[in-house]
């Protein structure tokens, strides 16, 4: 049985929107083996909307040698009221009782369900009790502006499971949802 696991950069202020503006000076190898560790688990990548529209028009013809092909060959679902038809391939469009169908989809992956980005969706995922993992690289700046991933939402209690300092200050830190 899979378990979905998010996976942000964020700052230490919380925000989570637009990290190539403030990201790229963290980036070493230490949080490339951290990042690839989570690609070697995953057996399925789950997103929401905005993020496959982004994604689905750049991966396909990235010539980026590490990540595109992991994603252009994941298996890939999108969470979606709107989208008619997922063209990026692998992708299967999750609609109607999305909770069934999530639970459907963590039963039958092998391998964690992993998620980059997709704020808005996290927040649901966890107010549903279908997130298990935060994966947080939590770098040394406060951005000030910007979507944060906890805006407006109900406290939700976390259980601390790995934490470590890369040298450029990033804390990697993993929060289990539940007191598995």
């Not at 994941?74 to 999530?102: F, H, M, P, Q, R």
């Not at 979507?147 to 939700?156: I, N, S």
């Given at each position: 049985m899979g378990k979905i696991i998010s996976n942000f950069f964020i700052?230490?202020?919380?925000?989570?929107e637009s990290p190539d503006q403030w990201h790229f000076p963290y980036f070493n190898d230490e949080m490339g083996?951290?990042?690839?560790?989570?690609?070697?688990?995953?057996?399925?990548?789950?997103?929401?909307?905005?993020?496959?529209?982004?994604?689905?028009?750049?991966?396909?013809?990235?010539?980026?040698?590490?990540?595109?092909p992991f994603i252009n060959g994941a298996t890939k679902y999108v969470v979606s009221t709107t989208l008619t038809e997922a063209t990026w391939n692998n992708t299967t469009i999750v609609s109607g009782d999305v909770a069934a169908e999530l639970r459907k989809i963590k039963e039958n992956t092998e391998g964690d369900i992993a998620m980059s980005g997709s704020a808005t969706l996290?927040?649901?995922?966890l107010a549903n009790g279908l997130l298990d993992e935060f994966h947080l690289l939590i770098h040394p700046i406060a951005v000030g502006h910007g979507q944060r991933l906890f805006e407006d939402t109900p406290t939700h209690p976390l259980r601390l499971v790995h934490s470590a300092t890369f040298t450029t200050g990033v804390l990697h830190t993993v929060y289990a949802t539940s007191a598995d």
């Amino acid at each position: 049985m899979g378990k979905i696991i998010s996976n942000f950069f964020i700052s230490l202020d919380g925000v989570v929107e637009s990290p190539d503006q403030w990201h790229f000076p963290y980036f070493n190898d230490e949080m490339g083996a951290a990042v690839g560790a989570g690609m070697e688990t995953a057996g399925a990548f789950l997103m929401g909307r905005r993020l496959y529209e982004e994604w689905a028009s750049y991966w396909p013809q990235s010539d980026d040698d590490t990540f595109a092909p992991f994603i252009n060959g994941a298996t890939k679902y999108v969470v979606s009221t709107t989208l008619t038809e997922a063209t990026w391939n692998n992708t299967t469009i999750v609609s109607g009782d999305v909770a069934a169908e999530l639970r459907k989809i963590k039963e039958n992956t092998e391998g964690d369900i992993a998620m980059s980005g997709s704020a808005t969706l996290v927040r649901w995922l966890l107010a549903n009790g279908l997130l298990d993992e935060f994966h947080l690289l939590i770098h040394p700046i406060a951005v000030g502006h910007g979507q944060r991933l906890f805006e407006d939402t109900p406290t939700h209690p976390l259980r601390l499971v790995h934490s470590a300092t890369f040298t450029t200050g990033v804390l990697h830190t993993v929060y289990a949802t539940s007191a598995d």
